[in-house]
């Protein structure tokens, strides 16, 4: 069993009956600050668990999303699934779903049904397009998400092809908003003791966060371009390439562009009225990202980092995964945390981002494999016995 659980939430309990990414991880972080979290999955492991690269024939995409977890495993389609999950129910103070809207109610589960079996539950419901509204019911992943919320068409260069996020940041920042509902409602009921549902959709959070883009169409009735690697309000800001590699330059202030005139020993560009006011240098920005880019090329990026860092203006070589992995501020932040599990080793995952003073997020717990903890749900927490357990296990329920 995991060690004690320590932190804000340590006592809560929460059920996570979700999958892939956004649910998973708003339920982690729950976790990651001490609240016992049980993830219930299909005895043959959800889909996740099937997806490659893996480690020691375990899909590293769970390693992502489910330290600090016990894991039962249950068919949710076996005529006796529904009573373990009310028991469940009953036991949490927190679900956390991310089912297509109306599948939990077919299951037999719906958020009224929860509040009959508890009646200050919280329900935190993650899905595509929201619990309501015309497109509810529609299936979404997160790149589904950036095409349809506007995201997709903001991001590559300009007269390119609409451009998908590297990452699932769609399902993260769901994911996120997810965790800040939970706590939200968690706070709400220690002061009234009431539950409730907190919807969070993909859709709205991507909507939510586009930015002054979105300000400009709202307030202003205009589309701003894709801007490719450059600002969308100041200028000169690029990446350049540099002798060895590319690095990105952020100096688009009233205050940072003479001080990098000065490092590039180019004063006259600073004194040039062309490029006094920000409107000016966004007018003239691809003469000032030539006469930068050529200044760059003669360089190494360690050679423009150390004039830059003493100028202070802001820069950032362009790093790769392999790179940013290794970073000594990514060991200073604590930001790789490792986890032993007795069958697999040693797991290395990111850290948490969230670093409290007093109650700091721990990893208590590797990611489980599927259904690694079903004596320990089942037997302590529902207190079934040995027999019951068995039976559940031959009938090919757990």
Same mark, same amino acid.
Request: a negative charge.
């Given at each position: ?16 009956? =979700? ?37 020691? #024939?375990? =899909? ?23 009573? @373990? ?7 949490? #103070? ?13 299951? /037999?589960i719906g958020y009224e049904r929860m509040k009959e ?31 349809? =919320? ?9 007269? /390119? ?7 699932? @940041? ?10 800040? /509902? ?43 371009p894709r801007s490719g690697s450059r600002d969308l ?13 590319? @690095? ?6 009233? =205050?940072? &562009? ?5 490092v590039m020993k180019r004063p006259e560009l600073a004194?040039?009225?062309? &490029? ?25 990026? #360690? ?96």
């Amino acid at each position: 069993m995991a060690n004690a659980a320590t932190g804000p939430l340590a006592g809560t309990k929460v059920l996570d009956l =979700s999958r892939f990414i956004a649910g998973p991880l708003c339920a982690q972080i729950l976790a990651d600050f001490g609240a016992e979290v049980v993830k219930v999955e299909r005895p043959a492991g959800e889909d996740s668990r099937h997806h490659g690269p893996y480690f020691h #024939d375990e =899909s590293i995409y769970m390693f992502l999303y489910h330290r600090n977890k016990y894991d039962a495993s249950l068919d949710t389609r076996h005529p006796e699934a529904l009573g @373990i999950l009310e028991r469940l129910i009953e036991w949490a #103070d927190v679900v956390v779903e991310n089912y297509r809207p109306g599948t939990i109610e077919k299951m /037999g589960i719906g958020y009224e049904r929860m509040k009959e079996l508890n009646p200050d539950i919280i329900l935190v419901s993650i899905s595509g397009f929201g619990q309501t509204g015309p497109d509810s019911r529609r299936a979404l992943f997160d790149a589904i998400s950036q095409a349809s =919320s506007g995201l997709m068409d903001m991001t590559g260069e300009p007269g /390119g092809k609409p451009t998908l996020s590297g990452t699932y @940041i769609a399902d993260y920042t769901t994911g996120y908003q997810g965790a800040i /509902g939970a706590l939200m409602a968690i706070l709400h009921r220690e002061r009234t003791g009431e539950g409730q549902l907190v919807d969070i959709a993909s859709f709205d959070t991507m909507f939510s966060a586009l930015g002054i883009r979105l300000m400009s169409e709202l307030m202003l009735g205009e589309d701003m371009p894709r801007s490719g690697s450059r600002d969308l309000l100041t200028a000169p800001v690029n990446v350049y390439e540099a002798a060895d590699a590319p @690095i990105y330059i952020q100096a688009g202030t009233a =205050s940072l &562009f003479p001080k990098l005139c000065e490092v590039m020993k180019r004063p006259e560009l600073a004194e040039d009225p062309r &490029f006094a006011t920000v409107e000016g240098r966004m007018t003239h920005q691809e003469y000032l990202e030539g006469e930068i880019g050529a200044w760059a090329a003669t360089l190494t990026t #360690d050679e423009i980092a150390r004039v830059l860092d003493e100028a202070g203006v802001p820069y950032a070589k362009v790093a790769s995964v392999a790179e940013v992995a290794q970073s000594p501020q990514i060991a200073a932040r604590d930001m790789i945390v490792e986890s032993e599990h007795p069958e697999l080793g040693t797991i290395r995952m990111p850290g948490n981002p969230v670093k409290l003073e007093k109650t700091p997020a721990t990893v208590r717990k590797a990611p489980p494999q599927v259904g690694e903890d079903n004596e320990y749900v089942y037997r302590t927490i529902l207190g079934m016995s040995g027999e019951d357990v068995d039976r559940l296990h031959q009938a090919g329920a757990i």
